[in-house]
């Protein structure tokens, strides 16, 4: 059989835009990861959104379907200008950049668990902007949540952005050293990333009683699929490389 | 075709297959603006708001490592750019590489250059690398194809957007682009000026993979010895430097499924070189 021009135009449209449609009715076309956190599977809060596992892809409005929180809330309390559905969060991090204290995607985080009343661990430092607090101490937020959200609380940058940036408020515990902010277990972290952290494979096996899968899984996405509890694990492993890293 | 009495495409060259080129350009530079402009809270309506990433068949390929061993895709990486690599493929399986000849706006704007170059050098254009050099150089993409590979399997992250010139060329307005991509891409462009589609020949990873299918596609290019008047124009006209006219079939690993050197285009003999499946028998001229 020969082809000519114009047939094998036909065909690359016919099999490309074919072959995309098909798969699109199939349902398995995505260009995203699904907007929607993981629940809390056990315990009092099953079935609810778990605002750890919020990402910098989500947007203002992915945040409202999930925790009901109004874009005109999450504007306010980051103290934007943009209140759209639209505004991804981790263009938060590029707004407070000049920032000491990383205002970003954990600090969505932070807001959503308490706004909502939800649980997150807390043993690791999020910040959030003053505006922010304000309308948290207005929702029910229990003694321990009220602690870490006046000792994790930074002043809304001043208006003229040449001004230097004020240091944090009510900052009661020591700052962060450099080596504990960037060893800490996050949803994204994998097995690799603690194992170069000093860690050994057996250790992480004891902890987890289960083999460790390829170094490149993310141990939050391991937990899950093997229904064990992330936060747990996550504590446990936290303290290991800690410990290595002393 | 003509219009007011003027040419509208160089007669004698596939004109169709510029239509197509500009019309996965123009997609491609809509999709982008489009993501941009998502992220700033507008849209143009009825176009996906994905992101190049999602959209790119090689980033299927590299995510295939990861995806056998952990089940995960690479960073940024969606179904969809694994579904565009199958889509890819099976087009690559039958017709070669028409993805680069026909799809990849970063082979059409080199082309556009290339227009440049050779109304400056005319014949020589295209010429300039000395022939050793070149064979040599022609397996170089194969040396990238396994870098990318390499690194984006250990650091589960897409490490080559920090060099992709085709991810520049749609991104160099935003945040996202990066310096060692745009270098590449000024220095591609450059390079156009002397050779056509030098990133193809020399680096492009994913020009590599499917190239490899030239081997044994399905429909491939072959002339007829019988008709054939051994001018040399298929080869001269063959943005790839390939020896057309000394092969009966086609299966260098750099065709690009262009047919510019067909019957259709510059041969000027009918059904001489051709896009088949057939044998070609002396009593088919
Ligand atoms: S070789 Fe690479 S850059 Fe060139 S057309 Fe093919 S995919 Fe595009
Ligand atoms: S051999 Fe023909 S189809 Fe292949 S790249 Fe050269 S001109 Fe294009």
Same mark, same amino acid.
């Given at each position: 059989m020969t082809i000519t021009s114009k047939s094998l135009a036909a065909l690359i449209f016919v099999i490309l835009f074919g072959g995309v449609a098909f798969t699109t009715a199939m349902g398995w076309?995505?260009?995203?990861?699904?907007?929607e956190p993981v629940t809390?599977?056990?315990? %009092?809060? &099953?079935?609810l959104p778990n605002? &750890? *596992?919020?990402?910098?892809?989500?947007t203002f409005g992915d945040i409202e379907k999930s925790f009901g929180i109004p874009p005109a809330v999450l504007a306010q309390a980051f103290n934007i200008q943009t209140d759209g559905? !639209?505004? &991804?969060?981790?263009?938060l991090e590029e707004i407070y950049a000049t920032g000491e204290f990383e205002i970003g995607t954990a600090s969505v985080r932070l807001f959503a668990a308490f706004y909502n009343g939800l649980p997150l661990d807390l043993s690791t430092d999020m910040y959030l902007p003053e505006s922010a607090a304000v309308l948290l101490k207005e929702r029910t937020l229990t003694p321990d949540q009220l602690a870490y959200l006046d000792s994790h609380t930074i002043p809304n940058? !001043?208006? *003229?952005?040449?001004a230097p940036t004020p240091a944090p408020v009510q900052? $009661?515990?020591s700052a962060p050293e450099e080596e504990s902010t960037e060893r800490v277990i996050k949803g994204k972290t994998t097995f690799r990333e603690i194992l170069d952290w000093g860690v050994t494979q057996e250790t992480i096996e004891q902890i987890m009683g289960i083999p460790m899968p390829n170094?490149?899984? $993310?141990i939050k996405d391991y937990c899950t699929e093997k229904g064990l509890d992330f936060e747990t694990i996550k504590t446990a492993l936290q303290a290991e490389v800690d410990k290595a890293g002393q | 075709m003509k219009l007011f009495g003027k040419h509208?495409?160089?007669?004698?060259? #596939?004109?169709i297959r510029k239509i197509v080129q500009w019309f996965f350009f123009l997609l491609i530079t809509l999709i982008s603006i489009n993501h941009t402009l998502v992220e700033n809270g507008g849209g143009i309506p009825f176009?996906?708001? !994905?992101?190049l990433h999602a959209l790119c068949p090689f980033g299927g390929v590299v995510t295939i490592y990861q995806y056998a061993t952990v089940g995960t895709f690479v960073q940024k990486i969606h179904e969809s750019a694994f579904i565009l690599m199958i889509i890819g493929f099976v087009l690559a399986f039958l017709f070669g590489p028409v993805f680069c000849g026909w799809v990849c706006p970063l082979g059409t704007v080199q082309e556009w250059v290339a227009k440049l170059g050779k109304k400056f050098f005319k014949r020589r254009y295209n010429h300039f690398v000395p022939a050793r050099l070149d064979n040599v150089l022609r397996y170089a993409r194969y040396v990238v194809l396994a870098w990318v590979v390499y690194v984006t399997a250990t650091s589960?992250?897409? #490490?080559f957007t920090e060099y992709d010139p085709y991810f520049a060329l749609f991104?160099?307005?935003?945040?996202?682009?990066a310096v060692g991509g745009l270098i590449i891409l000024g220095v591609t462009l450059v390079l156009s000026l002397f050779v056509e589609r030098p990133w193809c020949k020399y680096a492009c990873p994913y020009g590599a993979v499917l190239g490899l299918t030239n081997l044994f596609r399905v429909f491939q290019i072959k002339r007829?010895?019988? $008709?054939?008047?051994? *001018?040399g124009a298929c080869s001269i006209m063959c943005p790839m430097n390939i020896?057309? *006219?000394?092969?009966?079939?086609v299966h260098d690993h750099?065709?690009?499924?262009?047919? %510019? +050197?067909?019957s259709e285009a510059? +041969?000027?003999? &009918?059904?001489?070189?051709v896009f088949t499946t057939a044998t070609l028998k002396p009593q088919e001229s």
């Open positions: 076309w995505a260009t995203e990861s699904t907007k809390f599977t056990e315990g %009092e809060f &099953a079935g605002p &750890a *596992d919020i990402r910098g892809s989500y559905p !639209a505004f &991804a969060i981790k263009s940058p !001043a208006a *003229d952005p040449s900052v $009661t515990e170094a490149l899984t $993310t | 509208l495409f160089r007669p004698r060259s #596939i004109w176009l996906t708001t !994905a992101s589960g992250t897409l #490490i991104n160099f307005w935003t945040s996202e682009v007829a010895e019988s $008709t054939c008047k051994a *001018d020896p057309v *006219d000394s092969v009966k079939t750099q065709c690009i499924s262009c047919l %510019e +050197c067909t510059i +041969c000027p003999v &009918a059904k001489t070189v």
